[in-house]
């Protein structure tokens, strides 16, 4: 379990952010060795000084902003700094000073003005460190980053190198990384770049809220952690008008807020949905600002519970991805997403395979769209992949996502991995470890695997979970171009898991390859026709079994997002509803009046 921590930098009385998002110096290691920059020590003068450096936006992902092909496909040490100063008031302030990267993939090591800073293990995830012995208030400081995407077989995700084994018929030190997942492995500072201070002794490091209903009022539990204890702490409760509706002396308390705005995503109520509460925390002379929901979320055998109802989830799968920016943070692309996802009528999305940005997750929470948040275990395949240092790997993984996403009232569900060998014998023990250790961080949301395509007789992890997820692909994957299939194969599949396992099922992906304008009638595969022609078969389905222990279904995908190079994917996945620039496909707007009827209850 990681140390707690890891609020999300907010200014505040105590508290100042300092951006260092922007242009920053870049060089790539290309050395046939793949390390002269370590031999070389890079990190100790400015990048330009070793050799020739290019501008780099800081949030993207490096792969996709240069004409390099190399670049765009490199894999191994890539080098970023930058400069900035420490204003002197931090000193006479008795500032603590933080440095944090919201995410970096995938092997991140960091140097302050050439000392050793922090390391961390994995992307999509924040690290950060206290700087205060390696600031320098007098002059200007570097910040230098070196990130390496290398995967291999206990990263998560995981993946391997492949040497061109046949030294005659591959150039000399010819590799590749095979990925064992179908997403572009983008690299590179994913998301911002900040400073932040808080008092240096005696502050807030962590807050855990858990919430619940009882008739109209709201139930706030909350746990407050500092730097020392005892803590001097107070609490208030602040709704969204501003008024203090609660408040509480001690690190840890109960509060009832009397005819609470409870959190409900925005299908399932008109008024003010995704209602957030703030809880101000002032311990000693620091104040945070937490933002929570008061909702309540549990699961029957057949249902998917919010706030004591039902609650039929009709989402999305999506990815980070867009052009140019690859995975990088973009605040244009997230407001884009979520018109989009209002104008589809989407009232749930999943994180499909990794955490996403925080600046993601507050609008969920704030537009009332519920999330099944994704650790990025997707490809876990092999017997390597499921060894006790993969396992290891993926419990901390687990504790940094619980970590940062716990308070998140859009948040309703954790999900551990995306379509693992599940019929492995390893993956029993494997899962369970990984599943219990989750509910032992969380007991408050249900937890999920995402099932891809092993049946319920050899499947060996759905005994673990709470909710029961598919991922098929009927119809496509199998028996193309036969959309007559789909209602035979799917239910007799829904039917089959239940008989086995009285748990509610989410379908979490069922899609087609679709090529914009592509146009054939009857409909052909890869033609928007067939793509619409496809997900009606699955509709009807889907209209019968969720009056029953369906509760949920999701398209794979929003929107086309890049891949590897393959023979079976024309420049990425084409299975979005909508393209990569977000213009809506056949199918875009037949989801839509699907999903437009389904929040008015026809
Ligand atoms: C899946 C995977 C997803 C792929 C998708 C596809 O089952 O979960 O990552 O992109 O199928 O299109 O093949």
């Not at 007991?443 to 979970?465: A, H, I, L, M, Q």
Request: net charge negative; aromatic share 12%.
């Amino acid at each position: 379990t990681p140390q707690p921590g890891m609020l999300y930098p907010r200014d505040s009385e105590s508290r100042q952010i300092k951006h260092l998002d922007g242009m920053w110096n870049f060089r790539a290691d290309k050395s046939s060795a793949r390390n002269a920059s370590f031999e070389e020590k890079w990190f100790t003068q400015p990048l330009h000084k070793t050799g020739p450096v290019i501008p780099m936006p800081v949030p993207s992902s490096f792969n996709d902003i240069t004409q390099d092909k190399s670049l765009r496909d490199f894999v191994g040490w890539v080098w970023y700094d930058t400069e900035f100063y420490a204003p002197m008031d931090w000193i006479t302030l008795k500032k603590r000073v933080v440095l944090r990267f919201d995410s970096a993939h995938y092997y991140s090591i960091v140097w302050l003005n050439s000392e050793h800073l922090m390391e961390h293990n994995g992307g999509h995830l924040p690290f950060e460190a206290e700087v205060n012995n390696l600031l320098n208030y007098g002059g200007v400081n570097r910040v230098t980053i070196a990130i390496n995407n290398t995967l291999t077989p206990h990263t998560l995700p995981p993946g391997t190198i492949e040497y061109g084994a046949d030294k005659g018929r591959y150039p000399p030190g010819f590799f590749k990384q095979i990925l064992q997942f179908d997403f572009f492995n983008y690299a590179g500072i994913h998301r911002s770049v900040k400073l932040y201070t808080t008092p240096f002794t005696h502050y807030i490091s962590d807050i855990t809220i858990v919430t619940d209903v009882a008739g109209s009022n709201g139930i706030v539990k909350y746990t407050v952690i500092g730097d020392q204890s005892p803590m001097d702490c107070k609490v208030e409760v602040i709704d969204m008008d501003g008024f203090i509706v609660g408040r509480q002396n001690g690190s840890q308390g109960q509060i009832t807020v009397t005819n609470a705005n409870f959190w409900w995503p925005y299908t399932m109520t008109a008024e003010k949905p995704g209602y957030m509460y703030t809880l101000k925390v002032h311990a000693w002379d620091d104040f945070y600002r937490q933002p929570f929901g008061i909702r309540v979320v549990k699961v029957t055998d057949k249902q998917l519970l919010i706030n004591n109802r039902p609650f039929y989830c009709h989402g999305v799968a999506k990815h980070e991805d867009s052009d140019i920016r690859g995975k990088g943070l973009d605040f244009a692309l997230i407001a884009k997403d979520f018109n989009l996802l209002k104008w589809l009528g989407a009232n749930c999305f999943r994180t499909s395979h990794y955490p996403y940005a925080e600046e993601i997750m507050d609008q969920a929470d704030r537009q009332g769209i519920a999330v099944i948040d994704e650790s990025p275990g997707v490809g876990i395949k092999t017997v390597a992949n499921m060894n006790n240092v993969s396992l290891a790997h993926h419990l901390e993984v687990m504790g940094e996502l619980v970590r940062r996403d716990k308070n998140r009232p859009s948040v309703i569900m954790w999900s551990v991995a995306n379509e693992p060998a599940s019929s492995r014998d390893e993956a029993r023990p494997y899962f369970k470890a990984v599943i219990e250790h989750t509910r032992s961080l969380d007991n408050t949301r249900p937890v999920t695997y995402v099932n891809g395509g092993v049946g319920p007789t050899s499947d060996k992890v759905v005994e673990y979970v709470d909710v029961i997820c598919l991922n098929h692909y009927y119809a496509w994957y199998s028996d193309c171009g036969y959309i007559d299939v789909i209602p035979y194969q799917l239910k007799s599949d829904l039917n089959d898991w239940n008989a086995l396992h009285k748990k509610p099922v989410i379908i979490t992906e069922y899609g087609a390859d679709t090529v914009v304008g592509l146009h054939q009638e009857p409909s052909f595969i890869f033609t928007e026709e067939y793509q619409v022609d496809f997900m009606s078969q699955y509709h009807k389905v889907f209209d019968e079994f969720r009056k029953d222990f369906l509760v949920g279904e999701m398209v794979w995908n929003f929107a086309d997002f890049m891949t590897d190079q393959q023979i079976n994917r024309v420049v990425g996945n084409r299975k979005g509803v909508l393209t990569r620039q977000r213009q809506p496909k056949m199918s875009g707007h037949l989801l839509r009046e699907r999903y437009q009827k389904l929040i008015n209850g026809t």
